[in-house]
């Protein structure tokens, strides 16, 4: 059964509700009942905002240098994120690589290094789902996931990677398609 946006955003306010409501009764006594309904009020806010647009959020991608989607999922590593290179479209598929992507501060630096690797990190909306993510219970915090395994060619491209740019290129797209995560 699909939830609607505004059903979550009945949710999320019906949380902030009650966390109001265990801080009037016990004061700071209440401070993880309180948290707990922060949370989940801003996993069903993100979640609205999902459904609101059409079920997908916006995540970062590989493309070639042709602006062609490459087989590949985002990682974290020990050392940060990183790109797995599939050996097909199934995500869960043969690994045939990796990419490491450029962490030069100025965009354009990081954009000619990765091309000099022969790929562009670009961005798509993804199929998604909010979910409560963290290391601990000091850092929880509501994120959108993949639902397709971290690969699909089920997307929309918002910017395929080969811009200078990425700000200018997403706020054309918001212009057109309004607030997007």
């Known amino acids: 059964m699909t939830t609607t946006a505004t059903e979550l955003r ?96 100025k965009a354009q630096t990081a954009r000619r290094a990765d091309a000099a690797k022969g790929y562009y990190v670009g961005y798509v909306m993804a199929p998604a789902k909010a979910e409560l993510r963290g290391g601990n219970i000091a850092c929880v915090a509501p994120v959108a996931v993949r639902t397709d395994g971290g690969f699909s060619r089920d997307v929309i491209v918002v910017d395929d990677g080969q811009h200078d740019e990425y700000g200018e290129v997403l706020g054309r797209w918001y212009a057109i398609h309004g607030d997007l995560l």
């Open 10 to 105: 009945t949710q999320a306010a019906a949380h902030d509700r009650a966390a109001h409501e265990s801080f009037e009764r016990c004061d700071t006594d209440g401070a993880l009942s309180q948290w707990s309904h922060g949370l989940l009020a801003a996993q069903a806010r993100l979640q609205a905002t999902i459904e609101e647009n059409g079920g997908r959020a916006l995540f970062p991608t590989l493309f070639d240098l042709t602006g062609n989607l490459v087989p590949a999922k985002q990682v974290q590593g020990e050392w940060g994120p990183y790109w797995v290179l599939l050996a097909g479209d199934d995500p869960d598929g043969r690994t045939r690589g990796w990419f490491g992507p450029s962490k030069a501060k």
